[in-house]
Nanobody
């Protein structure tokens, strides 16, 4: 199994920045993709960004393209989400996810491992 632990969430003013981290442990050699999803109160979980574990191919939701950057450090088994120009509508619990499967980068059902989530609150 794989364990994922997120960190880096918090409260920030609109226009500010935060960097989320997701540390993976366990059978990390089995991971082929990592993603970030978020869920705001009363809304469904939505895709934010994803990256292939080895190739570095990146995927972004249109709502964050140009503001968020996903990256990974394989030596540290860690994936990052750099968030800039944050907006109040970015407020949500952010989840890190991973999977051995190559398909379904934007589909939460295509991920097998999930972190506990970290709260991001953007004040106006």
């Amino acid at each position: 199994q794989v364990q994922l632990v997120e960190s880096g969430g918090g409260l920030v003013q609109a226009g500010g920045s935060l960097r989320l981290s997701c540390a993976a442990s366990g059978r990390t050699f089995s991971i082929n993709k990592m993603g970030w999803f978020r869920q705001a109160p009363g809304k469904e979980r939505e895709f934010v960004a994803a990256i292939t574990w080895s190739g570095g191919t990146l995927y972004y939701a249109d709502s964050v393209k140009g503001r968020f950057t996903i990256s990974r450090d394989n030596a540290k088994n860690t994936v990052y989400l750099q968030m800039r120009s944050l907006k109040p509508e970015d407020t949500a619990v952010y989840y890190c996810a991973g999977s051995p499967r190559f398909r379904g980068f934007r589909d939460s059902t295509a991920y097998d491992y999930w972190g506990q989530g970290t709260q991001v609150t953007v004040s106006s």
